[in-house]
């Protein structure tokens, strides 16, 4: 399976400002997921980012909140834009490397904390 | 809509006793139920995972029972290990989407 770097592994932010997550993959992956955790919560996918084309965004998740950036096989970036309070989550990156449905792996995920 | 349902949301079991979680769904397209295990501040790790074409897989403690008629399946950790204390969840898979149970917190007592 992929091996996910995921930085930073937590952050207390300002509201009203951003913050940019970053996921390294340590080889080329087709499709690279983004997945919120609220505290206590299960997993939403927020957005899938393909290489070379717009990421696709869940409902209720819009680019101008979570603008993410898909420069290459191996990287990704999600920015959470503008925080509020309710911006506080874990963050998660994951990758499904090859075409078999159990090629999923996770990143060990972003807490963010918005005060 | 909710796909999985998840029970029960917490769990306490003595050490050496056996974990029991239950999920069930309702999309008969799915075609892969994975369990994810997650330790606290971790992103969740596969655990063990089947597919619907067969009704059981053991690994080593952990077993998926499966009953695809009646559109369930369940997470079996045999002789449970305090180490085994974190939050399960099971999922349901068809192509690229991931639908998550609600994670069931597991505390097993020395």
């Known amino acids: 399976s992929a091996v996910i770097s995921q930085k930073p592994s937590r952050d207390i932010c300002q509201r009203g400002t951003s913050l940019t997550i970053q996921c390294q993959v340590d080889s080329q992956v087709t499709m690279m997921f983004w997945y919120r955790q609220q505290p206590g919560q299960s997993l939403t996918l927020i957005a899938t980012?393909?290489?070379?084309?717009?990421?696709?965004?869940e409902s209720g998740f819009v680019i101008d909140k979570f603008p993410i950036s898909r420069p290459n096989l191996t990287f990704s970036t999600l920015t959470v834009s503008n925080m509020s309070p309710e911006d506080s989550s874990i963050y998660l990156c994951?990758?499904?490397?090859?075409?078999?449905?159990?090629?999923?792996?996770f990143g060990s995920g972003t807490r963010l904390t918005v005060v | 809509q909710q796909q999985v349902k998840q029970s029960p949301q917490s769990l306490i079991v003595q050490k050496g006793g056996i974990s029991i979680i239950n999920c069930a769904y309702e999309?008969?397209?799915?075609?892969?139920f994975p369990w994810y295990q997650q330790f606290p501040g971790k992103g969740p790790a596969l655990l063990i995972a089947?597919?619907?074409?067969?009704s059981e897989k053991k690994e080593g403690r952990f077993t998926i029972s499966f009953n695809k008629s009646a559109k369930q399946f369940s997470l079996h950790i045999m002789d449970s290990q305090p180490g085994d204390s974190a939050t399960y969840f099971c999922?349901?898979?068809?192509?690229?989407?991931?639908?998550f149970g609600t994670g069931t917190s597991l505390t097993v007592i020395p």
């Open positions: 994951s990758v499904k490397k090859g075409v078999l449905n159990y090629g999923y792996t």
């Open positions: 999309n008969t397209a799915f075609d892969y």
């Open positions: 980012a393909n290489q070379g084309s717009e990421a696709t965004y």
């Open positions: 089947i597919r619907p074409d067969v």
């Open positions: 999922a349901a898979v068809t192509g690229n989407q991931f639908y």
